[in-house]
């Protein structure tokens, strides 16, 4: 889309580089933690949790103000993230259980990380963490796409998911 064509103010701009910032915490923590000293539980602490309030206090305010275009990409956001989630889950649930080629729970995993307990294993708490910082990153790449690219052509958002999972394949956490 042209910037001409979006007619946003610069607050309303502004305030979507924030919550595009704020969307990309998440995602990017896993393999950050996976090369680098600081572990998934404390950057659970300085940056994820600190970025979901402030990506939810944008959007809120988006809403409040009358930013249309940023509330609806929020909340556009968190239905397609849930639903992609889910997508994958599936995928991954068939790889694995069927052809031995997924990951078991990545969920799980994120869990254990972020709740630091990775020596004692999963718990349920840990496990609700998890799916919810897994649900969280859905959100995010969502937001990331429907704030950059808008309302585009399939293939675009076929092109977007390709690069996300090759990054993330290729990262030091693959």
């Not at 994120?110 to 859905?138: A, C, E, K, Y």
């Amino acid at each position: 889309m042209a910037m001409q064509r979006l007619n946003l103010s610069v607050g309303e701009l502004v305030a979507t580089g924030v919550a595009l910032i704020a969307a990309s915490v998440s995602p990017l923590a896993f393999d950050w933690s996976a090369g680098s000293a600081m572990s998934l539980h404390r950057l659970g602490e300085v940056a994820i949790l600190p970025a979901l309030g402030v990506w939810i206090l944008v959007v809120a305010v988006a809403a409040g103000v009358g930013w249309r275009r940023l509330m609806t990409a929020g909340l556009l956001a968190v239905l397609a993230g849930v639903l992609a989630t889910a997508a994958l889950e599936f995928v991954r649930i068939v790889g694995f259980r069927l052809f031995d080629t997924m990951p078991g729970s990545m969920p799980m995993l994120m869990g254990v990380q972020l709740t630091d307990r990775f020596m004692q294993g999963p718990s349920i708490g840990s496990n609700l963490i998890g799916w919810g910082d897994h649900v969280w990153n859905g959100i995010g790449f969502a937001f990331i796409y429907i704030a950059l690219f808008g309302r585009m052509r399939w293939w675009v958002g076929t092109a977007y998911a390709l690069v996300i999972a090759t990054i993330f394949m290729t990262g030091p956490a693959s």
